[in-house]
């Protein structure tokens, strides 16, 4: 009776024991699953805290979320957070912390360009944005030409390959059914363009009279380093896309075909009157043009396709060149100089948009508020990686 009575007394012990072993390992196994969650939370938050460390005057001018710092600076910054939120922890060891934003440089126009695009959504949802401002001369801006060497090196553009601005307004005009396309609302294209034509400056509206260029829709178009040279250059185009424009117009038109064919019998007759004609006919439509970029100037507005009342210079004009100064034609209507500006945005390069939008982020930084802003030195993201306790603890995070 008594061997019996031992014998379960040994195994209830034995039973006893194993429960407790169970409870002890469930006590420290929960204890360190718990550790490993909290310290999870700290460096999360502590990679948060150095996110919010993002540069606020280019976030409140330009919606682009960018924060500075090299790998060592970044893995400072995180060190310090985390050392604080273990420092009252007991049986915790920081055996090592990293950050580094190389994976994250702003350099890559793709994140650039979704930023921009949330912040134009945001923009549009909220009614802060609906559309470029009124057209008005930039009066009190002067003409500026960048000169220092540093900051020409370092433009996010410069690698990007771009082609002739003129060869596109060319083939702009050979596809001009296209260009209605540039005006649809709620595209990504739409929101990117007028998201350039609000935050910039032009030939006709002042978005900003502290940015250092008064022609930056200009130069995200034409890529030039001097305000002249960008307006020229979008002259240039401008005419390159109204030129064959006018001049179907003039071989469409009976009247004009018939004027310009009258006077080339004058000028030369016989054989040589077919030739003339062309000639009379080009010299007529790139006259009109002239005229057409001084009226986008002046703030008239200038159909894609021309009719007789919307067409402003007679042939003795344009033959003799003298047309007067700027002609207004009988009927004023169709796009004006900002709607011209966004038909070339439309079939830019996006690549080289968003490098030019950066461009001008950076001479505009350097000139207003930071003297030594570098976009290269810029960061959407980090990387991060943090060792506790012999654990690894690793995030990605960008804005």
């Known amino acids: ?12 012990m034995v039973i006893l024991a194993a429960l407790i072993s169970i409870t002890l390992a469930l006590i420290y196994g929960t204890r360190a699953e718990t550790l490993k969650s909290r310290v999870d939370g700290i460096v999360r938050l502590a990679v948060d805290s150095v996110m919010s460390e993002y540069n606020r005057d280019i976030q409140q001018e330009y919606g682009l979320f960018i924060v500075k710092g090299t790998d060592k600076e970044l893995t400072a910054k995180l060190r310090r957070y985390v050392e604080h939120s273990l420092k009252n922890m007991g049986e915790v060891k920081l055996d090592s912390v990293k950050a580094s934003g190389g994976r994250f440089s702003v350099v890559d126009v793709e ?15 909220e009614g802060v944005i609906d559309a470029a401002g009124e057209a008005h001369e930039l009066n009190d801006m002067r003409e500026r030409t960048l000169r220092h060497g540093p900051t020409i090196a370092s433009l996010p553009s410069s690698s990007l390959p771009d082609k002739s601005l003129s060869s596109l307004a060319g083939s702009i005009a050979d596809n001009i059914g296209n260009a209605d ?4 609302k709620g595209t990504d294209k739409y929101m990117m363009n007028s998201y350039i034509l609000d935050k910039f400056n ?9 940015h250092f260029f008064r022609n930056e829709v200009e130069y995200v178009l034409s890529g030039e380093l001097s305000d002249a040279e960008n307006e020229k250059r979008v002259e240039t185009a401008l005419k390159a896309m109204r030129f064959p424009l006018n001049l179907a117009h003039v071989y469409s038109d009976p009247a004009k075909r018939a004027k310009t064919l009258a006077m080339a019998q004058v000028l030369t007759p016989g054989a040589a009157a077919a030739a003339t004609q062309v ?6 439509a790139y006259a009109e043009a002239d ?7 002046k703030g008239y507005e200038v159909p894609l396709t021309k009719s007789a009342s919307t067409w402003a210079i007679d042939l003795d004009s344009a033959v003799e060149g003298l047309t007067g100064g700027t002609v207004v034609p009988d009927v004023v209507k169709g796009y004006d100089y900002g709607d011209y500006l966004q038909i070339l945005l439309f079939f830019k390069d996006e690549n080289v948009k968003i490098g030019r939008i950066m461009d001008l982020i950076q001479i505009n930084t350097r000139k207003t508020t930071d003297g030594d802003f570098l976009m290269n030195e810029h960061y959407f993201g980090i990387a991060a990686e943090v060792r506790v306790n012999g654990t690894e603890y ?4 960008k804005y």
Do not use: C, H
């Not at 000639?279 to 007529?284: P, Q, R, V």
């Open 1 to 12: 009776m008594k061997s019996r009575r031992g014998s379960s007394a040994v195994f209830i």
């Open 111 to 125: 994140p650039v360009r979704e930023q921009l695009l949330e912040y134009m959504k945001l923009a549009y949802a």
């Open 181 to 184: 396309q540039a005006f649809r």
């Open 202 to 210: 032009s030939r006709v509206n002042k978005a900003d009279g502290s």
């Open 279 to 284: 000639l009379l006919s080009s010299t007529w």
């Open 291 to 297: 005229n057409d970029v001084e009226l986008l100037w």
């Open 394 to 397: 690793g995030y990605e995070k």
